[in-house]
């Protein structure tokens, strides 16, 4: 009997050894990577605002970026992905996601910046039967999406977690059409390596970084590139920006004093400044989460296409952006729960009525919206909203049809119900 015992021990410590010895291996080990490419074209490109013509550029203010942040618990992995452009359609995403080594693409979210003065990655009509996008430039930023999400996953390393939720205050954004409709609350994940020191910090918040626009002549990533500057600079590591519910019209708060407003290099830096500066107040004394879980989930997202505008759109352009004379369209709706935050993606614009509703119905102590991301189809407004007041006719005709708010809110609220809760830490404190 005692023999048996003891091999038993001994063949019970044989099994557990290894598990001791390589904690990679462990589940419970958070590690976390980052990485970016830059991806100004050169020579420069025409940049483009939104449907329509592109516009000449004569020079670039910053550069532009894609950006990935991959996370994993040992086995499941996640990359959050950032690309300075208008939107990034999944035309081009799906082909970046194919190149990536060791993550599912159902785990792979890819978001827009938005900001108005990038080349354009949809292939939108120049009213002369052709387009300005560049396939060849398209290309070489998928390539160098692909790298930066690759890099970012050969580089996880072992991290703790930082998470907050907090107002940014200060003169970063407003709504255009109704100076306070618009979510002020700013969230931020932080990764910390082992020495304590953060090497990844990613700002989630909802502006249009339109303060230059798209008819300066300039190339550049907006108020975000001055934000990742700032961040390094104050030793956050490297950022990466994920856009919000930030439709119908929460842009960049860059009113002068005159009414007028300021559409300068120096006024993105100010912003992008102020929002690195109050990202990282608010995340400053956030708990610090060991061992966060991690939970990916992905299904189909469709909408009906009632728009003549956004069809027209699809059917001109070269990169195939759904099926001809589509009267539907289906992309990937993300669903991640990490450490007490959960992250819904939304693929377009939304207005930030159906933000203020869908963060109130998740299930995490922080809730996240990453807009503009896997795919972005126009803006999303509610069947009251849509049509509506005149200020609204833009954003009803760029929106997909009446329909798109409520398919949007009714999914998310299905996917947020049959998905596991993220864990809490409030009750745990
Ligand atoms: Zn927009």
Redesign the pocket.
């Known amino acids: 009997m005692t023999s048996r015992s003891a091999l038993r021990r001994l063949s019970l410590l044989l099994f557990v050894l290894p598990a001791l010895l390589s904690p990679a291996l462990s589940r419970a080990e958070f590690l976390a990577g980052i990485a970016f490419r830059v991806v100004t074209p050169d020579p420069l490109l025409p940049v483009s605002g939104?449907i329509g013509p592109s516009k000449p550029t004569l020079k670039k203010e910053g550069d532009l970026t894609v950006r990935a942040m991959v996370v994993s618990d040992g086995v499941t992995k996640v990359a959050f992905v950032s690309a300075d452009f208008?939107g990034f359609p999944s035309a081009l995403g799906n082909r970046a996601r194919a190149k990536v080594k060791g993550i599912p693409p159902e785990n792979i979210l890819i978001g827009a910046t938005?900001t108005?003065s990038a080349p354009d990655a949809y292939g939108f009509p120049d009213g002369k039967g052709g387009t300005a996008a560049d396939l060849k430039y398209l290309d070489s930023v998928v390539e160098r999406m692909a790298e930066a999400i690759n890099e970012a996953a050969t580089q996880l390393r072992p991290a703790t977690l930082k998470i907050a939720t907090g107002e940014a205050k200060g003169k970063i954004a407003f709504n255009y059409y109704a100076d306070r409709l618009y979510d002020p609350r700013c969230h931020v994940l932080q990764a910390l390596g082992s020495d304590g020191k953060p090497f990844a910090t990613l700002v989630n918040y909802a502006i249009?970084p339109?303060v230059l626009g798209s008819d300066r002549g300039i190339c550049s990533p907006d108020l975000i590139g001055p934000l990742y500057q700032r961040l390094e600079e104050k030793g956050a590591g490297i950022g990466i920006f994920m856009n919000s519910a930030?439709?119908g019209?929460v842009?960049a708060d860059n009113r002068g004093t005159d009414g007028k407003s300021a559409r300068t290099w120096e006024e993105c830096q100010r912003i992008g400044h102020l929002l690195a500066d109050e990202a990282l107040r608010i995340v400053d004394d956030a708990p610090v989460q060991k061992e966060p879980k991690l939970h990916c989930e992905a299904r189909p997202l469709t909408f009906p296409v009632d728009s003549k505008e956004l069809r027209a759109v699809m059917a001109a352009s070269p990169l195939t952006l759904g099926p001809k004379n589509a009267t539907n369209i289906t992309t990937q709706f993300n669903l991640v729960n990490l450490g007490n935050a959960q992250i819904l993606s939304i693929p377009g614009?939304a207005l930030p009525n159906i933000g203020y509703y869908l963060k109130r119905n998740m299930r995490g102590e922080h809730n996240l919206l990453f807009g503009?991301t896997n795919d972005a189809f126009?803006?999303i407004l509610t069947r009251v909203d849509w049509s509506s007041f005149k200020t609204y006719s833009y954003?009803s005709r760029?929106c997909l049809g009446e329909k798109t708010g409520e398919v949007l809110i009714e999914e998310a609220l299905r996917f947020v119900a049959e998905a596991p809760a993220p864990e809490k830490l409030a009750a745990s404190r």
């Open positions: 939104g208008l938005h108005h249009h339109e930030q439709g019209m842009t614009e503009l126009g803006y954003v760029t």
